[in-house]
């Protein structure tokens, strides 16, 4: 095992921001997550693997009340006032049609179709067209908002939600045909029905401020079951395919799941409704829920996106983990934070031990940290990436509308001194990425997949380069080689491509694999990328000899490390030792691992003397510390100094509103 001086960084204040809404798209494997700063964050969810790949930036003053997915497109609607179609591939809104004060969205199965309820108690239809979607028109008003909505499945009738009733609605007429009264539990409180859904045979389930669901038969208008499922308001409702399980959550966090039986030994016998289970995986109040494969998604006030199924019974968390929020400037021991609206540059603590002492013994600090620099953009601007050169002399990020470059001097008991470089080229537009390969070099990752190599200059910077996009797709991934001349980016086509940035041309392009890349990492003297997917496979790429490395052609399939069994998670980022390179460093947001090459191969000498055969799953040489959490970054800031940013969770917890409050047996 490798031997290192940890700097534990705790001053990333980093705050999650709610759930708010939740919508899967089934024909692409897609979730969106619509957070409460208006932020949109778009989920793989293939083959049940969960893997956040990209963000919508928010908007000033600009809420996500709703999600729709239509055939791999998506839309959302808020309280400011219409509705949004984005761009998938450049993150930005691509169309957009006025709808007044949108509390809920609704997309028809025929997907033609999208209704749409306002604060002003109109519901309002829209077709969805090839460039965004086309005013229809709008039924009757109704007396005060109209809180949810859900269409029959056959599409002939739409049902909403608002304070004390459930209204049926003719689509074709666009008149009222029924209106369903909910009693009051308490005589002057209003009963508020804040979610619907409706299965095949026109069963109405509602969820509502009283914590009951019902079940009501939508032809007759009659309420044929209620149950007291919360302590407290029903705020989602999600429904199985099979539409023999409903699941529930609302303000008590807890999540109760109903199902469909038949009373009687008869097949044919009456179906009726029954609480089978309840399933506490949330702190705070559960906002959205919705099927994405065999797992319920659920998110709320607590920030996670939890996953959960039965049988068997699995609960997994992912915690709210920003992407490339760190970087680190090694040379000049110093770190800069991404937050949605500003940057801070720190220059780290030091120590001046002699000796290290045992496992695990705190070393005295000779200088704390210390923060050189808050620079924070306009309101309406959220950062989208930013970089920082290895001598802390470049700084470089990208909002949602151009890029900005400065050049930081910082001299001795003097503070630092920021000045911005004005003149980029003309081409310089709003990155996805940004990459400082050398010192004086920046890389720049554009929507549609094209790289800027960039000379930077404190008078006018010039472009070196431009690397043409085959496929137009944009980029999940930059990672440059630590000399400075390769250059490897994998995009959302599953494409690995590898760069020559001092002859400027491509070298090579990696096979393509079935899952997407989570994270790559350059040999410290070797000519090799490693590459690790979202399934956790790991791969080593020789970029001389333009093939897989024998350790990877042998070693890949034994070094998988599984997210589910060995509750590792999804990797995060590796690299290698740079003092010891046959060690493999790479973590998920709880757990960081060390693989090490010399010990498998060690091993595999030792089962080869044996009669029985290796399992290709074999889990071994996996040296595992859950003493981390949560995981944000891991970097070398110098051969034998690890940094390790980490946002623990009761920092997030600290950060959260007022529960529930439920009395507890014993107290």
Not at 69 to 87: A, P, V
Not at 159 to 182: F, H, K, P, Q
Not at 544 to 569: A, I, M, P, V
Not at 574 to 600: A, G, T
Request: aromatic residues 8%; proline residues 4%.
């Amino acid at each position: 095992m490798a031997e290192f001086r940890v700097h534990r960084v705790r001053f990333f204040d980093y705050s999650p921001v709610a759930i708010q809404s939740l919508a899967y798209d089934d024909s692409k494997g897609k979730l969106a997550v619509g957070r409460h700063d208006g932020t949109i964050e778009l989920w793989n969810c293939s083959q049940n693997i969960f893997h956040h790949e990209m963000t919508i930036p928010g908007e000033e003053q600009r809420s996500v009340e709703s999600l729709v997915w239509m055939k791999g497109r998506l839309f959302s609607s808020g309280l400011h006032g219409d509705i949004t179609e984005y761009d998938l591939n450049s993150l930005k809104p691509k169309a957009r049609a006025s709808g007044g004060s949108i509390w809920c969205m609704q997309l028809n199965t025929a997907s033609s179709t999208i209704a749409v309820g306002t604060d002003d108690g109109v519901i309002s239809l829209y077709d969805v067209i090839d460039d965004g979607v086309m005013y229809n028109r709008s039924f009757i008003r109704q007396e005060g908002r109209v809180l949810c909505l859900a269409w029959q499945p056959a599409g002939d009738y739409l049902v909403s939600g608002a304070v004390d009733g459930i209204r049926i609605w003719n689509v074709a007429a666009g008149n009222v045909t029924e209106l369903l009264t909910l009693p009051r539990v308490i005589r002057d409180t209003e009963t508020v029905v804040w979610s619907i859904v409706i299965t095949s045979d026109f069963t109405i389930i509602s969820g509502d401020s009283s914590g009951n669901v019902s079940f009501f038969d939508g032809h007759q208008g009659t309420c044929l079951q209620s149950f007291q499922a919360n302590r407290a308001d029903v705020l989602t409702l999600c429904l199985d395919k099979e539409e023999n399980k409903v699941f529930c959550g609302g303000v008590d966090s807890a999540i109760t799941q109903f199902e469909r039986v038949t009373a009687g030994k008869q097949a044919d016998g009456m179906k009726t409704w029954i609480q089978s289970s309840s399933r506490i995986i949330h702190t705070h109040d559960v906002r959205a829920m919705c099927m994405a494969g065999e797992f319920l998604v659920s998110g709320g006030d607590d920030t996670y996106l939890c996953l959960s199924k039965y049988p068997p019974k699995t609960y997994i968390k992912l915690p709210h983990i920003p992407k490339n929020a760190v970087h680190i400037a090694d040379t000049a021991n110093m770190i800069l934070h991404q937050y949605p609206d500003y940057l801070e540059i720190w220059r780290l603590g030091a120590t001046n031990a002699e000796s290290y002492g045992d496992d695990g013994c705190i070393l005295p600090l000779c200088s704390n940290p210390e923060k050189l620099l808050q620079l924070r953009t306009r309101s309406e601007d959220k950062v989208i990436c930013s970089a920082i050169s290895s001598d802390a002399r470049w700084l470089a990020y990208s909002h949602t509308t151009s890029v900005h470059l400065y050049h930081l001097t910082l001299e001795t008991n003097k503070p630092l001194r920021v000045q911005r470089v004005r003149c980029l080229p003309s081409c310089v537009q709003r990155a996805h990425h940004l990459c400082f390969v050398r010192p004086d070099r920046l890389v720049l990752a554009l929507a549609t997949g094209e790289l800027l190599l960039l000379e930077v200059d404190k008078d006018k910077p010039r472009l070196l380069h431009r690397f043409s996009s085959e496929n137009g797709v944009s980029l999940s991934h930059l990672k440059s080689s630590p000399c400075g001349k390769y250059m490897a980016a994998a995009d959302f086509n599953r494409t690995v491509n590898i760069y020559d940035t001092h002859n400027f041309k491509k070298l090579c392009t990696l096979p393509q694999y079935e899952h997407q890349v989570a994270a790559l990492a350059f040999h410290p003297k070797e000519l090799d990328l490693l590459v690790v997917y979202a399934n956790n496979e790991i791969i080593e790429f020789s970029i001389k000899e333009n093939c897989y490395t024998s350790w990877s052609r042998r070693y890949n399939k034994r070094c998988h490390l599984s997210q589910s069994e060995d509750n590792f998670g999804l990797v995060m980022n590796v690299l290698y030792n740079p003092v010891l390179p046959e060690q493999i460093l790479l973590h998920s947001d709880r757990r960081l691992c060390i693989l090490d090459k010399r010990e498998m191969a060690s091993e595999e000498k030792q089962e080869s003397t044996k009669d029985t055969p290796i399992g290709p799953r074999c889990q071994f040489s996996n040296h595992i510390s859950d003493k981390y959490q949560y995981l944000i970054h891991l970097g070398v800031m110098q051969p034998d100094l690890l940094v390790v940013v980490e946002r623990p969770p009761q920092s997030i917890s600290a950060h959260l509103p007022a529960s529930l409050q439920v009395k507890k047996f014993g107290t």
